[in-house]
């Protein structure tokens, strides 16, 4: 080899050997959030690819997400986030999905970016059991002509039969009440003592909207008036779980069927909710600052932007 083309190929060489062991340390991690769910069968539940960080920028992804055992549910929508440009995917439903996205307005800036949202899945319980939800293949570029060779860490997705339907009652005293229907597929019993306006929070527009009595949604926190003492009966299937989109100031949520920590809640970014909750004490006419979310009662959440709070049972129970 003649010494005019010795040192290039020296010099590609030893940058070869250079580049990846600068970027080797600050490999990303790819999760998914939550990294353990609940769901009966025919349910559907949201999840969230994330990307713990981007320390050379990222410039776009193509990730196949798979479902270990397919007889076990489907994957059967796919959402992104708004600095996802050209989101492409595969056919859905579907037990593997391969989804895409290019960062063309460099939304990211040039890197040093957490917890990045890839996509949220939705994805359905079919029989009962239990399958990873894993990432199989993947291809992420950074800004700067690389590609990153991250660490993935499997979910755990848990279908149940559904329970038998039961009945819970949410006391009512003399004027307003703040509660929230910890059942799914609600039907309710409503006493003569409850008026007619039932109001539920819009935290866009900062208003009360009023809300139909007989079609109360789970996960929701409402505001319910009473002329007197009395019993609302809500009978259905158990709230396991729930994911509320938070805008940032106060929003109302509910509670699931058991007594569940804020704290121990996951959002969408990381941190985004304070630990601190209210509930209104109707006999006291007074907000009380709790950590801790009980059935039928419905709360005042702040948000320091826009996230969402997935609210659930302990997976263990």
């Known amino acids: 080899m003649s010494l005019k083309y010795q040192k290039p190929i020296l010099l590609l060489v030893i940058l070869s050997l250079l580049i990846p062991c600068a970027f080797a340390a600050d490999e990303p991690v790819i999760t998914f959030l939550p990294g353990e769910f609940i769901l009966d069968v025919g349910d559907t539940a949201p999840i969230a690819v994330m990307m713990s960080a981007d320390p050379a920028g990222l410039s776009g992804f193509n990730v196949t997400v798979s479902l270990a055992e397919p007889s076990i549910g489907e994957i059967m929508a796919v959402s992104y986030p708004k600095w996802a440009d050209l989101p492409v995917n595969s056919s859905i439903p579907s037990d593997s999905l391969f989804v895409q996205g290019v960062d063309l307005r460099n939304s990211l800036g040039a890197g040093g970016v957490t917890n990045i949202l890839l996509c949220t899945l939705t994805v359905r319980g079919d029989i009962a059991g239990e399958t990873n939800l894993t990432i199989t293949t993947m291809k992420i570029d950074d800004d700067v002509g690389g590609r990153y060779v991250p660490e993935t860490t499997d979910a755990i997705m848990v279908v149940k039969n559904p329970p038998s339907v039961f009945s819970i009652d949410i006391p009512l005293a003399p004027g307003w009440n703040m509660i929230s229907i910890p059942v799914t597929n609600a039907e309710l ?129």
């Open 189 to 317: 019993t409503v006493p003569l003592e409850v008026m007619d306006g039932v109001y539920v929070y819009e935290p866009l527009e900062q208003i009360y909207v009023k809300a139909n009595i007989s079609a109360l949604e789970a996960g929701k926190g409402y505001w319910v008036s009473a002329t007197s003492h009395c019993t609302l009966t809500a009978s259905g299937n158990s709230l396991g779980n729930f994911v509320a989109s938070l805008r940032p100031g106060w929003n109302m949520i509910g509670a699931v069927c058991n007594d569940t920590s804020i704290a121990a809640s996951q959002t969408v970014p990381a941190d985004s909710v304070q630990n601190n909750v209210y509930s209104y004490n109707p006999l006291i006419q007074s907000y009380v600052s709790t950590t801790t979310l009980n059935p039928c009662s419905g709360y005042w959440v702040s948000a320091i932007e826009n996230c969402t709070l997935n609210v659930s049972t302990n997976i263990s129970e």
